[in-house]
């Protein structure tokens, strides 16, 4: 009976009206003259998304690792404890905190190193996005239990980005988490009649706020426009919104004065600078701006990458999803047909239905500017995590809005609970093909990394380890930069730098040591390698052969250098000094 309760226009929330049959909770009161059993609904929907969640990603949790975004990984391995939480960008310091939580897990838990601590906090954050999206919808909107949780569900299967189910990308799900939290502290604010709590509920969404804006800026518009939001959908107290409205407003004109006077005198310094558009016409912002309103709500087209696990495979998970989806659903109705009608004086506004679609489409919305800034928003790479959030609330709304003509009841319910699972078996289909696709590009970087650490479990400082003999086709790496990065964290505490070679002899991209009349010179590079510069003698030559297995090759290959250099210097052997590798390298690449 969820669908009925969000439909009719009768319902109006109201903590302190005795005919309400829900308690804020979530949980069904019984009549006096029911002795039937209570539900928490709300134990019901975490539940059901902790399933979604363990659904998608459990295949992968113990089999994926990192490919890229390794940077953070080396800053948590050589930084103090409370030093790796904080990352170098003045207006990021946030962005290391959920990859250094993930590292110290693992030294806690006596596994330091490896990637599962990675995926267990990513699985948590996707899993809290659900349950924060149902929460804050609960606050907002009382009555509308079921449409809540389908809400919830919508928003954690919601898989129209690439970067989905990559642990490369927690702190878009971190930053995520905080805003979600800062959002749901407003509303609380706002709610509360005790001036005391309403203040400890400001700070709390304020911090909330901070850690969100500091690890990431897409959300910016979200929180500007969220005591509108709050104001239009709860209608409070005047005084009361407009207190707690300028508490608010305190963090983010903060961050905006901060990023005016960096970016105003950054001068195309910045990293931000350098990926910007080039086209400022509104036809051209427009247009990016409904490509990826159209790519977030089109559920029915979001990319597939098929081939890296079977298909039946693929749609028994998804299967799986739904049917938890549509069994949970199935609670809320069953059990809510239990209860007697609540009576209570109609919504003059808007019936339900309506205001999740206005509140999901200004979400939806607001989840863009911040990209369209970029040279290319059109990439649905990381610029559409975010948007999961409105796009599930417009999609349970535009359902109930299409449920509105079939009778009260059950036919409602059905409806919504169907057109529902159809999303949830397409973003689960999708959300599995895309762990499939993220531990494929995994397992081709680990082997290269197991078989360098087989064939030199340790080496002497100051090596240069250089790849050559990579199919340009199969790059395990994409950039120089992973390469040498992935070289850190298999030898740890020793300085050491990489590059790589493609078959045809072209230097992989962004390589940026070259050699030269037995001397490796740094030259123009994104990042600094730890060794900037060395002799010929302090280097080790691994050839990719083309059964997938590298070797030390026994001969200096002579188009490495681009002058005359002496190969009799080469003396790969010298430079490695042990047999056991780092336990830290065995577990991230590992089993050897």
Same mark, same amino acid.
């Given at each position: 009976m969820?669908?009925?309760?969000?439909?009719?226009?009768?319902? $109006? %929330?109201n903590?302190? @009206?005795?005919? /309400?049959?829900?308690?804020?909770? *979530?949980r #069904?009161? &019984?009549?006096e003259?029911s002795?039937?059993?209570?539900?928490?609904?709300t134990v019901v929907a975490?539940?059901?998304?902790?399933?979604?969640?363990?659904t998608m990603?459990g295949?992968?949790?113990?089999?994926?690792g990192?490919?890229?975004?390794?940077?953070?990984?080396?800053?948590?391995?050589t930084?103090s404890?409370?030093?790796?939480?904080?990352y170098?960008?003045?207006?990021?310091?946030?962005?290391?905190?959920?990859y250094?939580?993930?590292?110290?897990?693992?030294?806690?838990c006596?596994?330091?190193?490896?990637?599962?601590?990675y995926?267990?906090v990513?699985?948590?954050?996707?899993?809290?996005?659900?349950?924060?999206?149902?929460?804050?919808?609960?606050?907002?909107?009382?009555?509308a239990?079921?449409?809540?949780?389908v809400?919830?569900? $919508? %928003?954690l299967?919601? @898989?129209?980005? /690439?970067?989905?189910?990559?642990? *490369?990308? #927690?702190? &878009?799900l971190?930053?995520t988490?905080?805003?979600?939290?800062?959002l749901y502290c407003?509303?609380?604010?706002?709610?509360?009649?005790n001036?005391?709590?309403?203040?400890?509920?400001?700070l709390?969404?304020g911090?909330f706020?901070?850690?969100?804006?500091?690890s990431?800026e897409?959300p910016?518009?979200?929180?500007?426009a969220?005591?509108?939001?709050t104001?239009?959908?709860l209608?409070?107290?005047l005084?009361?919104?407009?207190i707690?409205s300028?508490?608010?407003y305190?963090?983010?004109?903060?961050?905006?004065?901060?990023?005016?006077k960096?970016?105003?005198?950054?001068?195309?310094?910045?990293?931000?600078?350098?990926v910007?558009?080039?086209?400022w016409?509104?036809?051209?912002?427009?247009?990016?701006l409904?490509?990826?309103?159209?790519?977030?709500?089109?559920?029915?087209?979001?990319?597939?990458q098929?081939?890296?696990?079977p298909?039946g495979?693929?749609y028994?998970?998804?299967a799986?999803?739904?049917?938890?989806?549509?069994?949970a659903?199935?609670?809320?109705?069953?059990?809510?047909?239990?209860g007697?009608?609540?009576?209570s004086?109609?919504?003059?506004?808007?019936?339900?239905?309506?205001?999740?679609l206005?509140?999901?489409t200004?979400?939806?919305?607001?989840?863009?500017?911040?990209?369209l800034?970029?040279?290319?928003?059109?990439t649905?790479?990381?610029t559409?995590l975010?948007?999961?959030?409105?796009?599930g609330?417009?999609?349970?709304?535009a359902?109930?809005v299409?449920?509105?003509?079939?009778s009260?009841g059950?036919?409602?319910?059905?409806?919504?609970?169907?057109?529902s699972?159809?999303?949830?078996?397409?973003?689960a289909s999708?959300?599995?093909?895309r762990g499939?696709?993220?531990?494929?590009?995994?397992?081709q970087?680990?082997?290269?990394?197991?078989?360098?650490?087989?064939?030199?479990?340790?080496?002497?400082?100051?090596?240069?380890?250089?790849l050559?003999?990579?199919?340009?086709?199969?790059?395990?790496?994409?950039?120089?930069?992973?390469?040498d990065?992935a070289?850190?964290?298999?030898?740890?505490?020793?300085?050491?730098?990489g590059n790589?070679?493609?078959?045809?002899?072209?230097?992989?991209?962004?390589?940026?040591l070259?050699?030269?009349?037995n001397?490796?010179?740094?030259?123009q590079s994104?990042?600094?390698?730890?060794?900037?510069?060395?002799g010929?003698?302090?280097?080790?030559?691994?050839?990719?052969?083309?059964?997938?297995?590298?070797?030390?090759?026994a001969?200096?290959?002579?188009?490495?250098?681009a002058n005359?250099?002496?190969?009799?210097?080469?003396n790969?052997?010298?430079r490695?000094?042990?047999?056991?590798?780092?336990p830290?390298?065995?577990?991230?690449?590992g089993?050897l």
């Open positions: 969820g669908v009925r309760n969000a439909v009719r226009p009768s319902v $109006l %929330a903590a302190d @009206a005795k005919s /309400l049959l829900e308690s804020p909770g *979530g #069904l009161r &019984q009549p003259d002795f039937a059993p209570r539900i928490d609904f975490l539940i059901a998304y902790a399933l979604l969640v363990v990603w295949n992968f949790a113990f089999s994926s990192m490919f890229s975004e390794t940077g953070f990984s080396f800053q948590s391995q930084q404890a409370w030093q790796g939480f904080r170098s960008d003045s207006l990021r310091p946030h962005t290391s905190t959920f250094q939580l993930s590292y110290l897990i693992g030294r806690v006596g596994v330091a190193g490896s990637f599962v601590p995926q267990f990513y699985a948590a954050l996707w899993w809290a996005k659900g349950v924060l999206v149902f929460l804050l919808l609960r606050r907002l909107v009382s009555s239990l079921f449409l809540s949780y809400a919830g569900a $919508l %928003a299967v919601h @898989a129209s980005d /690439l970067a989905l189910q990559w642990i *490369g990308q #927690l702190n &878009q971190g930053f988490l905080w805003l979600l939290l800062s407003f509303v609380a604010a706002v709610q509360q009649p001036r005391t709590c309403a203040a400890g509920w400001l709390f969404a911090f706020q901070y850690m969100c804006l500091w990431y897409s910016l518009f979200i929180i500007l969220a005591p509108l939001l104001g239009f959908l209608r409070p107290r005084k009361r919104l407009w707690s300028i508490c608010w305190v963090v983010p004109i903060v961050y905006i004065w901060l990023s005016l960096r970016y105003l005198h950054a001068k195309g310094a910045t990293y931000q600078e350098t910007l558009r080039k086209t016409s509104v036809h051209s912002l427009m247009s990016d409904v490509f990826n309103i159209r790519s977030s709500v089109s559920f029915w087209s979001w990319t597939r098929n081939g890296y696990l298909t495979e693929v028994r998970l998804a799986v999803a739904t049917i938890v989806f549509v069994a659903a199935m609670t809320f109705v069953l059990d809510g047909k239990q007697n009608e609540v009576a004086k109609p919504d003059i506004d808007f019936a339900i239905p309506w205001k999740f206005a509140l999901g200004v979400l939806l919305v607001l989840s863009f500017p911040a990209y800034l970029l040279i290319d928003p059109r649905l790479w990381r559409q975010l948007s999961g959030i409105g796009a609330i417009v999609l349970s709304a359902f109930a299409v449920a509105m003509p079939a009260k059950w036919n409602r319910d059905s409806v919504v609970t169907t057109l699972a159809v999303v949830i078996f397409c973003g999708s959300a599995v093909e499939a696709f993220f531990r494929s590009l995994w397992q970087h680990r082997v290269v990394l197991k078989q360098v650490i087989e064939n030199a479990p340790q080496i002497r400082p100051e090596t240069i380890v250089v050559i003999g990579i199919p340009k086709g199969k790059d395990p790496f994409r950039d120089d930069m992973w390469f990065m070289l850190r964290l298999a030898y740890p505490g020793v300085p050491v730098a790589y070679y493609y078959s045809d002899h072209t230097p992989g991209p962004d390589n940026p070259k050699l030269s009349s001397h490796w010179h740094l030259q994104f990042t600094n390698p730890l060794v900037c510069y060395g010929l003698e302090q280097t080790i030559v691994f050839e990719y052969g083309a059964d997938g297995n590298s070797r030390i090759v001969k200096f290959p002579q188009f490495l250098c005359t250099c002496s190969p009799e210097l080469y790969p052997d010298q490695i000094i042990g047999e056991t590798p780092s830290m390298a065995i577990r991230r690449y089993p």
